[in-house]
């Protein structure tokens, strides 16, 4: 089946599912595919966005249709560069920073018209409710495996919870995902910043060596599970995707902070891990506001997306760990 | 209180009329920071860079807010032709006056690439200004005319001149002023701002008519030049200057830096018209416990920051070469300690 | 005391240094030092002074830059160094200072339509830093927690917490949404100072494109409702306006952009004659801070549009007379994005360059406002055109259109480290450039010009050549 490749959590997976292509979010990253992205940025580009570039143009048969939203500065002009390298239809919606639904919603149906000229399904709205009852179904499953993340004691890892949810984001929904239960009683962390691409799975499982992650807000875990569409209508999508807790870019993001600092309290966690990739400016100049409103030890992993030095991070994990 | 600023940052607003998080604190530290480095004062007052590396190390060394370029009143003097006696451990001393051996009219204006111990002011403020006027302001001292012209004479006879020759004391005031206004220009193209000393302008030296008649015409006319260029002057006169407090305004400086007088009194004539520098006495920064200098000096600067147009907490005049450290820090630490604008 | 012997308003054209212009600044009148004023204040409102004053006072970079020997280029250095002073006694004189941030050049023709209320950009304190040689002020954000590796612009959130550059804005005004995240981040952390930033959204202008149908796009190149979106930005930019002044005049606002035309028109015609003049009538630093001039006025629009027209008074006269600054064989080359660091532009004309064209990230500022229609809908079209918040490609046409055309060698590309904007776009507009041969420069912290630097350029010039 044809992709339709989008970057943004503030783009409706069920639209892009209703035209038939299948979803497929541009979350891979690792360090050889961001060093190949610099023929196209430079090397003070997102690593996140460098691995994208590289690979949509090596995968370039795959998609057919790409979606990117303006929130990141960097993200958005991913797309400039990719309508201009790949002969690919790239639409990018305006995801307003402030507070203005109107743009939103106007944006959605244009990207619902375009989608459909584009792929030659006019989306309609029975396509979008039947969407919307698939993915909501599929959330649900996957809310209760996360309650079981977030239990006292936490039964499900990240690093496993990761690995079904990046079935969830390459739009593999038909096989509601199995994980096996692992209790643990470990030091229990919240783990937010950059959003977490597919291949960065052994630092997750590295990190859980001697913490448990039981709560996130990053793009790549659990963030869509806030999407929860109870109206199965075009007009309950967009106030569903609109309404989900803030993104760090939103201005002002003191939302963000509010609703970090609630689930960390209500997750009791002992710390937090601030994970940010090199240059990812809407995390890097936030954390010392996030240290001083989160009244818990945080541990800053900067990553390039090489996970050559594990050795380091496993040492500075072991240390935040007793500290806790 | 956390300093937000850096010294230069603070002068630039000071001059502009607006508080800065603390007060200025510039104790007059010249020819102490020789002893810093611990170099002989020969070397300080004839090699500009040893100058300046002094300099630099009394800043590491005492958290003050600028560097001062100084070594004695007699150098434009001197560069015309004056000569003096270089004693390693003291300061340069006049030994014959310029007019001693010629006449007015053969003065020539000095080049300070060239004559005399000019060039020495021009090295230090370029290595200075160099290494950290990013972040301090760097004063260049400079003999006001009228101290250069006592200091080309024999000052009684120049002071007799002023009745029985009034126009050799005209010419020799005028190249006088034009000879500081050429070292100035050089002085502020390597980047140091002029701070004019007048110390023979003192009351303690001649009456306030002197003053009013000599003096202070030639002050007005070096600081009109700075002020072309829109400078901030600031003019420090030491000794006893309370029977000419009125006078001090007409002078144009914009900051006034006292020594020998009743601050509370300086403030209720000059407070709304000029900012004030001063003035803790310069015995007892040398001579008291660092307790009781702490003590003084809070009150001297709580009573300062209330001069309207602003306040640099400062000495009365130079810090005396052997002043213990304790005691220079005391200074400091109780003026920076008190000196708070912001909350 | 001083007498002018000969006094020459404009001698042959020069770059000349500090030195030079402290003997040049001897010669003028003491009549003309008092002639220019700003805020029509005599007392402490004179701003004619020579580079050597702001030497003096912490610009180290000026004892290494050369700069334009005319009257009107002294008057015009003058004032800009002069305006951290000149917005400390805004505040003093009771006018309302307001910190616009992130648009760069359409929400101070609002301002500026209220009485005694002033505009200006804290982004632009940038340049101080190089201007200083200093890296303190980014040291200073790096102890905020702002990363080393981010754009030089956060020399403005520093600004912001020493209160040394600017009084306390009575307002705050951020512009965030399509644009450089550095900015949209700086303009965040701000919060935290007590200010409640006015945050103002900033469309994405999504062009024409072979496979898009659904919008109509007509001739503006994007769907129409972005503007209607700016429209009411802008309109609650209005009302909080009014709301601070008890002003609300709209008559105000189209005189402000018949003001602001009046501006831009003189400058495009400045870069127009200069650019394709036989010699450069005026060095590259000059042009840039010109340009950056339509975004505010430094603070003081009317003066700063009397500075302008001598400014273009005397391009005028050169042009005609044929003469300039530079070498007649100098190469004309393209520049990309400003350089944080001035020396840079000095540079380039010292190994041989001449800079005709620019795509300065202030496209905004430069396009004139319609001013036949609703003045809210005007700003808007004007803003549209900016350069941050459409595609790259349209944002260097010009460039790429002139570099068909022959009128230049080759194009220079200055990034900042960090800057979200410069890591995503010098690869394409290099692609976009073509056979155009590109040099990319990574301007360094400050006083951080190599010799390798250097000999890139110098090499570059003579590929060129």
């Known amino acids: 089946m044809e992709l339709i490749g989008y970057s943004c959590a503030y783009v409706p997976v069920e639209i892009l599912a209703a035209t038939g ?304 | 209180m956390t300093e937000l600023l850096t010294p230069r940052e603070r002068f630039n607003l000071l001059v502009i009329d607006e508080k800065p998080d603390r007060c200025n604190v510039l104790p007059l530290i010249t020819s102490h920071s020789a002893t810093v480095t611990g170099i002989s004062m020969r070397e300080y007052y004839t090699d500009g860079v040893a100058l300046a590396r002094s300099q630099i190390a009394a800043i590491e060394e005492y958290g003050h807010d600028a560097i001062s370029i100084f070594s004695e009143v007699g150098i434009i003097a001197e560069a015309m032709g004056s000569e003096f006696e270089y004693p390693e451990d003291d300061l340069p001393i006049l030994k014959t006056p310029a007019l001693d051996r010629t006449e007015v009219d053969k003065l020539a204006v000095p080049d300070p690439a060239r004559d005399g111990r000019l060039h020495v002011y021009l090295d230090a403020i370029r290595y200075a200004y160099d290494a950290l006027a990013d972040r301090y302001p760097i004063f260049a001292y400079i003999p006001a005319p009228f101290t250069t012209a006592m200091m080309l004479s024999n000052p009684d006879r120049f002071l007799t001149d002023t009745i029985r020759n009034p126009d050799r004391v005209k010419a020799t005031m005028e190249i006088s002023l034009e000879a500081t206004i050429r070292f100035v220009r050089d002085i502020i193209n390597t980047g140091g701002l002029p701070l004019i000393v007048d110390p023979l302008a003192s009351s303690s030296v001649i009456s306030p008519r002197t003053f009013r008649g000599l003096a202070l015409p030639y002050e007005q006319a070096l600081i009109k030049y700075l002020h072309r260029f829109d ?26 830096s006292l020594d020998k007088v009743e601050l509370i009194n300086a403030m209720g004539k000059l407070s709304k018209k000029m900012r004030i520098i001063g003035n803790y006495d310069t015995s007892a920064i040398m001579n008291n416990k660092p307790d009781e200098i702490s003590h003084k000096v809070k009150e001297m600067v709580k009573l300062g920051m209330t001069t309207e147009k602003g306040y640099i907490a400062s000495t009365g ?19 920076k300690e008190v000196g708070w604008y912001w909350e | 005391m001083i007498r002018p012997v000969e006094y ?55 004892k290494r830059l050369k700069l334009d020997n005319s009257f009107a280029a002294l008057r015009m250095w003058g004032f800009v160094f002069n305006e951290t002073e000149r917005l400390f006694r805004a505040g003093q004189s009771d006018k ?53 590796a981010a754009c030089f612009s956060r020399a403005a959130l520093s600004a912001f917490h020493k209160r040394a550059y600017f009084p306390r804005p009575e307002m705050v005004i951020a512009s965030t949404g399509a644009s450089c995240d550095d900015y949209s981040c700086i303009m965040q952390q701000v919060e935290d100072l007590g200010y409640e930033p006015l945050w103002i959204e900033i469309p994405l202008r999504r062009e024409s494109q072979k496979y898009l149908s659904a919008d109509k796009y007509e001739n503006a190149g994007y769907p129409a409702r972005f503007e209607d979106y700016l429209i009411n930005e802008y309109k609650t930019v209005w009302n909080k306006m009014t709301a601070l002044t008890g002003i609300n005049n709209l008559n105000r606002l189209k005189d402000s952009i018949i003001k602001a035309n009046r501006l831009r028109g003189m400058v495009e015609e400045m870069k127009n004659i200069a650019g394709q003049a036989e010699n450069q009538p005026l060095p590259a630093l ?16 009317d003066e700063w549009i009397n500075i302008v027209e001598m400014l273009l008074d005397l391009v005028r006269e050169r042009v005609a007379k044929k003469v300039g600054v530079l070498d007649r064989n100098a190469v004309p080359v393209a520049w990309v994005t400003p350089s944080a660091d ?24 430069l396009v004139p406002v319609e001013e036949n229609i609703d003045p809210f809908r005007a700003l808007a079209r004007a803003f ?44 394409l507009i290099e692609k976009e450039l073509q056979s155009v041969p590109v040099l990319a420069i990574d301007v360094p912290a400050p006083f951080g010009i190599t010799e390798q630097i250097r000999t890139r350029i110098e090499a570059f010039m003579e590929m060129i050549r």
């Not at chain 1, 995707?241 to 939302?255: F, H, L």
């Not at chain 1, 601030?274 to 240290?291: G, H, I, M, P, S």
């Not at chain 1, 945080?298 to 240390?319: G, M, P, Y």
Request: hydrophobic share 40%; proline share 6%; net charge negative.
């Open chain 1, 21 to 324: 292509l299948k979803p497929h979010r541009l979350l891979h990253g690792e360090i050889k595919m961001a060093q190949d992205g610099e023929k196209y940025a430079r090397v003070d580009a997102c690593p996140l966005v460098k691995s994208t570039l590289s690979y949509v143009v090596e995968h370039r048969e795959e998609f057919r249709c790409l979606v990117g939203g303006s929130g990141c500065d960097m993200a958005r002009r991913m797309f400039d560069i990719l309508g201009k390298i790949v002969d690919i239809p790239t639409l990018v919606i305006d995801n307003p920073r402030t507070d203005r639904f109107s743009i939103y919603s106007d944006e959605i149906d244009w990207l619902q018209k375009e989608l459909g000229n584009i792929t030659g399904n006019k989306i309609t709205a029975d396509a979008i409710q039947k969407e919307i009852l698939r993915w909501e179904a599929l959330r649900r499953h996957f809310r209760t495996l996360d309650e079981k993340r977030r239990a006292q004691p936490s039964l499900i890892s990240t690093a496993d919870f990761h690995k079904a949810v990046v079935n969830y984001h390459k739009g593999e929904i038909d096989f509601p995902p199995f994980i096996p239960e692992k209790s643990s009683d470990k030091p229990r962390v919240y783990f937010l910043g950059s959003a977490l691409p597919y291949e960065a799975n052994p630092a997750l499982m590295l990190f859980e060596e001697r913490l448990r992650i039981v709560g996130d807000n990053n793009c790549g875990l659990s963030r869509f599970l806030n999407i929860n569409c109870a109206e199965t209508t075009l007009d309950g999508l967009k106030k569903a995707y609109y309404d989900q807790p803030p993104c760090i870019m939103k201005r002002p993001n003191r939302p963000f902070y509010e609703h970090v600092t609630r689930q960390i309290r209500e997750l009791e966690c002992r710390g937090v891990i601030a994970w940010t990739l090199d240059y990812c400016d809407n995390y890097e100049f936030e954390l010392k506001r996030l240290e001083n409103r989160i009244d818990l030890p945080v541990l800053r992993i900067r990553s390039d997306l090489s996970f050559q030095n594990l050795a380091q991070l496993k040492t500075r994990i072991e240390a935040f760990a007793e500290m806790l």
């Open chain 2, 231 to 256: 400078f901030d002057v600031i003019l420090h006169i030491c000794g006893d200057t309370t029977p000419i407090l009125d006078l001090l305004p007409d002078t144009g400086a914009d900051l006034i």
């Open chain 3, 286 to 301: 000059e042009m840039m801070t010109i340009e950056f001039g339509n975004l505010y006025g430094y603070a003081d629009m």
């Open chain 3, 8 to 62: 020459i308003r404009n001698p042959p054209p020069a770059k000349i240094s500090i030195e030079a212009w402290t003997e040049q600044f001897e010669k003028v009148p003491d009549e003309e030092i008092k002639r220019y004023t700003y805020y029509h204040n005599n007392d402490w409102g004179r701003y004619l002074f020579p580079p050597v004053l702001f030497m003096v006072y912490g610009a180290r970079e000026l």
């Open chain 3, 96 to 148: 309302k200072v307001i910190a616009t941030m992130g648009d760069l050049g359409i929400i101070p023709i609002i301002i500026q339509s209220f009485p005694n209320c002033v505009p200006f950009y804290p982004e632009c304190i940038w340049w101080t830093p190089f201007f200083r040689e200093s890296t303190e002020m980014l040291d200073f954000a790096t102890k905020l927690g702002i990363p080393e």
């Open chain 2, 317 to 335: 005049c130079e810090v005396p070469i052997q002043t213990p450290r304790e005691n220079l820090k005391a200074f400091i630490g109780a003026a």
């Open chain 3, 342 to 365: 001035p020396y840079l532009l000095n540079l380039v004309e010292d190994l041989g360059g001449r800079v005709v064209a620019t795509e300065y990230v202030i496209n905004q500022a």
């Open chain 3, 384 to 427: 549209m055109k900016s350069s941050l918040n459409g595609s790259t490609s349209e944002r260097v046409k010009r460039i790429t259109g002139i570099a068909g055309s022959g009128q230049i060698k080759g194009v220079i590309i200055t990034n900042m480290l960090g800057a979200s904007h410069c890591a995503m776009e010098t690869r």
